[in-house]
T-cell receptor
Framework: AQKITQTQPGMFVQEKEAVTLDCTYD???????LFWYKQPSSGEMIFLIY??????QNATEGRYSLNFQKARKSANLVISASQLGDSAMYFC???????????????FGQGTILTVHP | ETGVTQTPRHLVMGMTNKKSLKCEQH?????MYWYKQSAKKPLELMFV???????ENNSVPSRFSPECPNSSHLFLHLHTLQPEDSALYLC?????????????FGPGTRLTVL
């Protein structure tokens, strides 16, 4: 079974509107971290937001927020007030703490291509 | 320079060539990573170095040889590659032990093997 599932290969949104990118994960760990990265066509992976499994509040970073539903094992990214520059590939990733040490080993999803229309 | 830098940004090589990819992090981190990103596949972790010691080798073929001389520099030495090794190679760094252990990536080297 895939550890990180992003079911939306592509998403379209109108400029200034909000969009939700879906991510579900699978782990038996109690302690884990969830990340979202943005990858523009240039290739660089840009860190957007982090959610720890023990964090009770949903993470927010500017226009990005993470809708964390632990029981459903979902960690959806919400981008508010979309901008043309938000057009990119978005990856959800998970870090597990297997065996007490993880050395930051990340598992990535397949990604979602977001296109923002003017 | 800030963040994580990678050179070269683009590389074209023949199957018999030997080349090296370089990564440098200016974040004071103690862990560095190599990832491979092929078309239509998720990012694949290749190697992890923590405090200059290799802690992970994700069943990577021996034609890829990593080197980490210090906690700021990471190299990936390439020799006798195959066309299927063409991909974007991303380097990342993190502070192991940090509460989030967030990995910060460089811009990548886009490799084409002819």
């Amino acid at each position: 079974a895939q550890k990180i599932t992003q079911t939306q290969p592509g998403m379209f949104v109108q400029e200034k509107e909000a969009v939700t990118l879906d991510c579900t994960y699978d782990t038996s760990d109690q302690s884990y971290g969830l990340f979202w990265y943005k990858q523009p066509s240039s290739g660089e992976m840009i860190f957007l937001i982090y959610q720890g499994s023990y964090d009770e509040q949903n993470a927010t970073e500017g226009r990005y927020s993470l809708n964390f539903q632990k029981a459903r094992k979902s960690a959806n990214l919400v981008i508010s007030a979309s901008q043309l520059g938000d057009s990119a590939m978005y990856f959800c990733a998970m870090r597990e703490s297997t065996g007490g040490t993880s050395y930051g080993k990340l598992t990535f999803g397949q990604g979602t291509i977001l296109t923002v229309h003017p | 320079e800030t963040g994580v830098t990678q050179t070269p940004r683009h590389l074209v090589m023949g199957m018999t060539n030997k080349k090296s990819l370089k990564c440098e992090q200016h974040l004071g981190h103690n862990a560095m990573y190599w990832y491979k990103q092929s078309a239509k596949k998720p990012l694949e972790l290749m190697f992890v170095y923590n405090f200059k010691e290799q802690t992970e080798n994700n069943s990577v073929p021996s034609r890829f040889s990593p080197e980490c001389p210090n906690s700021s520099h990471l190299f990936l030495h390439l020799h006798t590659l195959q066309p299927e090794d063409s991909a974007l190679y991303l380097c990342a760094s993190s502070q192991d032990g940090d509460s989030t252990d967030t990995q910060y990536f460089g811009p990548g080297t886009r490799l084409t093997v002819l």
